[in-house]
């Protein structure tokens, strides 16, 4: 698959995976980037953060996750 980021475009391959954050486990797609000289790392918002509610107090220097679809 061709992807595109503000800075540039690369060939990626994706890969099934299980991606553990703290005790929540999702099974999501993972681009890799064909050529290994790219130096950057993408983690998309459809593969992992749309499944997560995320909090971030800056204040209390605190971080708060928990899976989407949890109370």
Known sequence: MRLATLAESFNAFGHEITLITFHFAFDITVYFAEDYAISRNLLGRNGW?????????????MLYLSAYNEE
């Open 49 to 61: 953060l749309r499944q997560v509610h995320l909090g971030l107090c800056d204040y209390d220097e």
